[in-house]
């Protein structure tokens, strides 16, 4: 029973249609390793090669990181992005998205409904860039047990442009070797 209710849990809180897929439920969040990664946030740039230095070094980083932690990965088309109010008033996003296709993990539906709120690290670049938010995408996707015992999720987007998503497939094929390696 409760199995079945955390995936309903998990798919009311991702806003999706059907359960219609297995996925990771169980994991601890990690706000130290995690939360900079999976920031409810976006970038904006299309091409981590026009970046020098320290800048293209954490670029890099956190693309791999995103590739190895995330329980899902997958190109998206954002479908709208909508304001609206968490229950306690505070402003969020919410950033409706159809999976094209799945790198890794699984989906719970095509169907996916982001949520940035005011308090998440990536909530001012998802206002400032809002405008950006048309087109195709990379979603890096975090499920985790809340306190409650709610399924929650953090994400995070990149741009699909043929720069990032090579890197990211590159990334998501030696997690998927690594993965088969240790079984």
Not at 124 to 151: A, N, P, Y
Request: contains cysteine; proline residues 3%.
């Amino acid at each position: 029973m409760r199995v079945s209710c955390a995936i309903a849990i998990a798919a009311v809180s991702l806003a999706a249609i059907g359960c219609g897929g297995a996925f990771a439920t169980g994991r601890p969040w990690d706000a130290a390793a995690e939360a900079t990664v999976f920031d409810d946030g976006i970038d904006v740039l299309d091409d981590p090669a026009k970046l020098a230095g320290e800048w293209a070094f954490r670029a890099r980083q956190d693309l791999d990181a995103r590739s190895n932690l995330a329980d899902m990965v997958a190109v998206v088309t954002i479908v709208s992005v909508q304001t609206t109010k968490d229950v306690d008033g505070t402003e969020a996003r919410r950033i409706d998205a159809r999976v094209n296709d799945l790198l890794y993990g699984a989906a719970p539906d095509r169907s996916l409904a982001l949520k940035s709120s005011a308090t998440s690290l990536g909530y001012s670049l998802v206002t400032r860039h809002e405008g950006r938010l048309t087109g195709s995408f990379i979603v890096f996707l975090r499920w985790f047990e809340q306190e409650d015992g709610t399924i929650g999720h953090h994400f995070h987007l990149s741009p699909s442009s043929p720069e990032i998503s090579e890197q990211v497939r590159k990334y998501v094929r030696a997690r998927v070797a690594k993965e088969a390696a240790n079984e």
